[in-house]
């Protein structure tokens, strides 16, 4: 995986390549590359901010003994 910055170093280069293609296919090939580069870049920009904004994760008490809790004796109606 990338970095945003490397994601839109390779759609510039392949909007290089796209304005040395030959063919209609290769013409498409980079296109949509373009396209897929620009899209990984927002998405790892948009995951940054995320992850950034995310609150701390709670401090839990660590988990009773079986020992340590009550038992209830005979049935129970409730």
């Known amino acids: 995986m990338g970095t945003p910055k490397d994601y839109l170093a ?6 290089v390549q796209l304005g040395e ?6 013409r498409h090939r980079l296109k949509r590359a373009h ?5 990984l ?6 995951a940054a901010a995320r992850a950034e904004m995310k609150p701390e994760p ?3 008490p660590e988990k009773q003994s079986d020992a340590a809790t ?3 004796r005979g049935w129970s109606i409730g």
């Open 70 to 72: 009550p038992k209830l």
């Open 41 to 46: 870049s927002a998405n790892h920009a948009e």
């Open 58 to 60: 709670r401090i839990r």
């Open 21 to 26: 293609a030959k063919s209609e296919s290769e």
């Open 35 to 39: 396209g897929v580069y620009l899209q």
């Open 10 to 15: 390779k759609a510039a280069e392949t909007l």
